[in-house]
């Protein structure tokens, strides 16, 4: 992983723009606040996440970075499914209906990223860039 391979422009910037996208989502879910103080702190984190990592993405792109797209985007996932399957495994209480439009966006974009970055990983990879 060295800085004379830089990852490809075009992989890069969509990884940008699901990721701000994703951001922005997570923005809206933290100013509900309706999901609970714990959701609502996770939303705050990746919603800023999202700004610095895409900030630093564009303006120097480095293959930790993308890694660090997936790991967030992974996050984000789990921030999703925990309170569904959780009280079906007996941990913590009903939620009620955890699933709003907003929280489902959150989910496929945060999915969308996790993917297309380990895509342009797996593309830099192959190319040598």
Known sequence: MSDHAPLPSGGRKV???VWAATGAVH?????EAAAGPVANAVSWVLAAAAVAGVVALL???RREIMLAAA???AIGVASF?????????GFGGA?????GL???AGFVLDALTVRLAAFTLRRA?????
Not at 27 to 31: E, I, T
Not at 81 to 89: E, W
Not at 125 to 129: D, F, L
């Open 81 to 89: 499914l925990v309170p569904l399957i959780g009280p079906l495994v």
């Open 125 to 129: 990879a192959r190319t040598g860039g």
């Open 27 to 31: 923005l809206v879910l933290a100013l």
């Open 15 to 17: 990884v940008a723009a």
């Open 95 to 99: 939620h009620g209906n955890p699933v």
């Open 71 to 73: 790991i967030v985007g």
């Open 102 to 104: 907003w929280s489902f």
């Open 59 to 61: 303006l120097r792109p």
